[in-house]
């Protein structure tokens, strides 16, 4: 080997313990800001504020501890072994010993891992049993999520009224959901409340949450849906049960007549806005598209794609692609005013 080769292979070297370091630097930096952020920025399962997620993190973090246990008796072994049996001045004549098979051993490490995996399954299936509730419990919240692309749909069965894309719960009480599909495959995931459970046609899965905090808990669909399903975010409001009866009163209401945004009215009653909405006191054949009985109630329009506000309600109506790409909705193509119109009534609909 020269010299140059030499050289060279003691600078690849170097450089890959500086890529090394950089790794595990990244690797900290990483780890110290998203333990720093907020609860609502951070949407983390490492979080959680109701039930089951707590329970899933805690089972989570049993199987690590247990696993942690077993990489520090192996590990502390092999460096036990490394360092006290290593090779010493005037052992190179010597054999060391030649053991064949240790029934002790052999028994050891073949019964304390049966018995790891044994404790392990057990704990699984016992969480798997609390989640798996396929009968709503007494004095639940009964809710049916149907999943559309690219928005949730919210019916409040117990209520009867239906909302979209922002789901409200009274705190400390179970929500029971059943969870359909108009189209293909979602899936219904709000990290800090629960995990994920898929909305799949033509079947009903079940999922419940018990919030225990109040507060703002984001979520979005977990399984691909089609171009815009990183636009199908979901919002959910826990409320104090107060708060939570105050909002279903509001929704219950039929819609709200004002007199003075009649002409956005009509426009809408008389183009295929309603075909696809309803608002309920006012149409009710449309089932496509989010109901907008309350629209203004929800802080955001699209399913989260954007702010729920009057500018984004004309760039929304104007052109639905402006946001989301591909939505279900079409450009209706009315003119300047007359979008203003059905805006300025839209506004009213709280
Ligand atoms: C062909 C059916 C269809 C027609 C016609 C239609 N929409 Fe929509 N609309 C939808 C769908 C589907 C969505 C949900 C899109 C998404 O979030 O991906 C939607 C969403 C909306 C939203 C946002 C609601 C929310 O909570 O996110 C508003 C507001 C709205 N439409 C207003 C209108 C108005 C006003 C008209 C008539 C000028 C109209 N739509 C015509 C299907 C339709
Ligand atoms: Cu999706």
Redesign the pocket.
């Known amino acids: 080997m020269g010299a140059g080769n030499f050289l060279n292979a003691q600078s690849q070297k170097k450089n890959r313990i500086r890529k090394l370091a950089f790794l595990v630097l990244a690797i900290l930096v990483w780890a110290s800001t998203s333990s720093a952020q907020d609860s609502f920025s951070q949407p983390s399962l490492l979080n959680p504020a109701a039930e089951p997620a707590a329970g899933i993190l805690d089972f989570g973090l049993l199987v690590i501890w247990i696993c942690l246990g077993i990489f520090i008796v192996v590990f502390g072994a092999l460096v036990f072994t490394l360092i006290q049996f290593r090779a010493k001045p005037g052992d190179e004549e010597k054999e060391p010993p030649q053991v064949y098979g240790s029934e002790q051993l052999e028994l050891a490490w073949t019964i304390i891992p049966i018995l790891i995996v044994i404790v392990l399954g057990l704990i699984t299936a016992g969480r798997i049993f609390v989640l798996q509730k396929t009968e709503p419990p007494p004095e639940s919240l009964a809710i049916r999520i149907v999943g ?4 949730w749909e919210l019916q409040y069965e117990d209520y009867d009224f239906i909302t ?2 922002e789901l409200h719960l009274p705190v400390n009480q179970v929500a029971f959901l059943d969870l359909e599909s108009q189209d293909v495959i979602h899936s219904f995931w709000v990290p800090q409340l629960s995990g994920k459970t898929d909305l799949v046609p033509n079947r009903v899965n079940h999922m419940w949450i018990e919030p225990h905090e109040t507060g703002l808990f984001v979520g979005q669909c977990a399984e691909y849906c089609g171009t ?1 399903h990183a ?2 975010l979901l919002r959910v409001f826990v409320h104090t049960e107060e708060d939570f009866e105050k909002w279903v009163a509001d929704q219950k209401k039929e819609a709200r007549r004002v007199a003075s945004v009649q002409a956005g009215r009509e ?2 009653e008389q ?7 309803t608002v309920r006191g006012v149409t009710e054949i ?1 089932q ?3 109901d ?1 009985t309350h ?1 203004m109630s ?1 802080t ?4 989260g ?1 954007a702010a ?1 506000d009057r500018e984004n ?1 004309i760039t ?2 104007t052109d ?1 692609d402006h946001f ?1 790409p591909g ?4 450009a ?1 193509k ?1 003119d300047e005013s007359e ?1 203003r119109q ?2 300025d009534y ?1 506004m009213t609909l709280k």
């Open positions: 559309h692309q690219w928005w979209a894309n815009q636009h199908m426009t809408f183009t295929a806005c309603i075909n696809c909405h449309g496509f598209g989010p907008l629209l929800r955001t329009i699209g399913a794609a729920n309600l929304w109506i639905p989301k939505a279900r909705m079409p209706m009315l979008i059905v805006a839209l």
